[in-house]
């Protein structure tokens, strides 16, 4: 029985979180980040997955710089394309069966990159209130430890690649 819940939560949070094609936008370049003009969190790279009308949940990925002195921190995000958006981090157990659970924030030391890919940590989008169709943008507004809120925009990418899909 236990197996069996596992197997469907594994499932759901493939769904959500899951596939590997994207893995180039996760590329880093701490160079860019460390002569980034100084102060306040620089976010690059922001796209959200395409999800259909049925979908309940999407994830955000997106690349953080701290181009400031100091540590900073990703405390939360809001958006108005989902009832709840979570930062979350995805695990794989011994078995190799994927699971997520919701991250205490995003840590930025000074002149740090942090990549949120998939496969790793990302922003998860929570009961959608509408489907998110390829090249349509989701607005994001990120809340910082030190730095000020920002709003950014985040484009929608499909699963063009072939790989899983998940209707
Ligand atoms: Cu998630």
Same mark, same amino acid.
């Given at each position: 029985?236990?197996? @069996?819940?596992? =197997? *469907?939560? #594994?499932?759901?949070? &493939? #769904? ?5 094609? @994207? ?8 160079? /860019?980040? #460390? ?16 999800? %259909?009308?049925?979908?309940?949940? /999407? ?7 701290? /181009? !400031? $002195? ?11 394309? +989902? $009832? ?11 078995? %190799?069966?994927? /699971? ?6 995003? =840590? &930025? ?13 990302? *922003? ?6 509408? #489907?998110?169709?390829? !090249? ?11 730095? +000020?809120?920002?709003? *950014?925009? +985040? ?6 690649? !072939? ?5």
């Amino acid at each position: 029985m236990r197996t @069996h819940i596992v =197997a *469907i939560f #594994a499932l759901a949070a &493939l #769904a959500a979180c899951g596939e590997r094609e @994207h893995r180039e936008t996760a590329a880093s370049s701490s160079g /860019s980040c #460390a002569s980034a003009p100084a102060g306040g969190v620089v976010v690059s790279d922001a796209w959200v997955r395409a999800a %259909g009308a049925g979908q309940r949940a /999407s994830a955000v990925y997106l690349t953080l710089c701290n /181009s !400031g $002195e100091g540590p900073d921190r990703l405390l939360g995000v809001s958006t108005d394309a +989902a $009832e709840a958006a979570e930062i979350h981090q995805t695990r794989k157990d011994e078995a %190799g069966v994927a /699971s997520m659970a919701p991250m205490d924030g995003v =840590a &930025l030391a000074p002149k740090e990159e942090v990549a949120l890919a998939p496969g790793g940590a990302h *922003i998860m989008l929570i009961g959608l209130k509408r #489907a998110i169709e390829a !090249g349509d943008t989701v607005t994001l507004t990120l809340e910082f430890e030190r730095s +000020a809120p920002q709003t *950014i925009k +985040a484009q929608a990418r499909g699963l063009d690649g !072939g790989g899983h899909q998940h209707p």
